[in-house]
């Protein structure tokens, strides 16, 4: 559905990151539940202090990518949108996960991969393929039956052999209609200009739950993991576009910048989006 997939961020002013650089103590484990939101602003703080900055290795096969499998079942497929919500939640759901925080079991693969270039592969399942997704080290986002999973990052020439098999490209999905959307989850807008596969927007809703949640502040993020991380996707046309624009251009908004690896061109602005209008 799609190739491998890297993208940077823009964000806002207003949507500042907060900045929390105390130590994880012993005091608070984080798989101890009334830990809560202590442990949590530690995995947030390590999501807002961004990514890439090491980029790649030098050897092709530990290139790391996250990948992403859709639930895409043949007879009677979700909503395009619906589908690309449950994406982008399952991303920041697993990027937020007390087993990638400090000690979890999936830390280190977590990491290697949120410090390189950060990639994103999405590919469709269904039936017993979608049943052995399940078994990967992951996180998955099921909303009213549509649901998505978002698997540990590692290296390329490692991904499980029950995912390896799974269909990369060659796959779309019709546009739906699905109205305004809900004023108390946060709004990625899609560039619609571009044409973009259910695949490649799946890859840029990711980027764009991670760029959100590192943007707000460890109390809004942690309001927004309350929720599972809903939130709304939806198309801008043009004109909307034009006025998402100016919405980062003032620091209300985020948006990510596309690394041109498929698809579209280089810099592109795939994604905008703008937090809860009642947060």
């Known amino acids: 559905m799609s190739d491998p997939d890297s993208a940077t961020g823009t964000r806002g002013g207003t949507i500042s990151v907060t900045e929390y650089d105390a130590p994880f103590g ?3 484990d984080p798989y101890d539940p009334s830990a809560g939101f202590e442990a949590f602003r530690v995995r947030h703080a390590e999501l807002a202090r961004g990514y890439g900055g090491a980029g790649d290795p030098d050897d092709p096969d530990q290139v790391q990518a996250m990948q992403m ?3 895409l079942p043949k007879a009677d497929p979700p909503p395009r949108s619906a589908l690309l919500a449950a994406a982008a939640s399952s991303v920041v759901a697993l990027c937020l996960d007390e087993r990638v925080g400090p000690g979890g079991p999936w830390e280190d693969r977590y990491l290697a991969w949120k410090n390189s270039r950060i990639r994103k592969v999405a590919r469709r399942a269904r039936g017993a393929q979608w049943a052995a997704a399940d078994g990967v080290d992951g996180v998955t986002d099921e909303v009213d039956g549509v649901a998505a999973r978002a698997l540990v990052p590692g290296a390329v020439s490692a991904v499980d052999p029950r995912i390896r098999r799974l269909q990369i490209g060659g796959t779309d999905m019709d546009h739906d209609e699905p109205g305004a959307p809900d004023p108390d989850l946060p709004v990625l807008w899609i560039n619609s200009k571009l ?8 890859a840029q809703v990711g980027h764009a739950s991670m ?5 707000l502040s460890p109390e809004l993020a942690w309001r ?5 991380y809903r939130c709304s996707v939806r198309e801008a046309d043009p004109v909307h576009w034009r006025s998402l624009g100016q919405r980062v251009s003032e620091g209300s908004a985020v948006a990510v910048r596309d690394a041109g690896f498929t698809e579209i061109a280089p810099g592109s602005l ?4 703008l937090p809860a209008e009642t947060w």
């Open 26 to 28: 012993t005091e608070c």
């Open 69 to 71: 499998v859709l639930h």
């Open 195 to 202: 044409g973009m596969t259910v695949g490649k927007a799946a």
């Open 211 to 215: 760029l959100l949640a590192g943007a």
């Open 224 to 228: 927004w993991a309350s929720s599972g």
């Open 270 to 273: 795939t994604v905008i989006t």
